[in-house]
């Protein structure tokens, strides 16, 4: 069983080795990306909303790592 573990697991180091090998060589012989300018996003949500929802976010978050809100 444990010889099973290993040749899968090989076999696995392999397939990854030669995926990173495929992807590094794409990336090195692929011609340079066209320049273009910075897309503009449109932000429709106010700081003031944003900024009250992280807060809230993290108050959610600290009372779910705390115990204080869901299942205990």
């Not at 696995?12 to 060589?25: N, P, S």
């Not at 990306?33 to 900024?51: I, S, Y």
């Amino acid at each position: 069983m444990a010889r099973l573990i290993l040749l899968l697991f090989f076999f696995t180091m392999l397939a990854l080795a030669f995926a990173a090998a495929v992807t590094a060589w794409r990336a090195m012989t692929a011609p340079p990306p066209p320049a273009r300018l910075p897309a503009t996003t449109e932000d429709r949500m106010p700081p003031a909303f944003r900024n009250i929802s992280y807060v809230v976010l993290l108050l959610l978050l600290a009372g779910l790592t705390g115990g204080w809100l869901g299942p205990s």
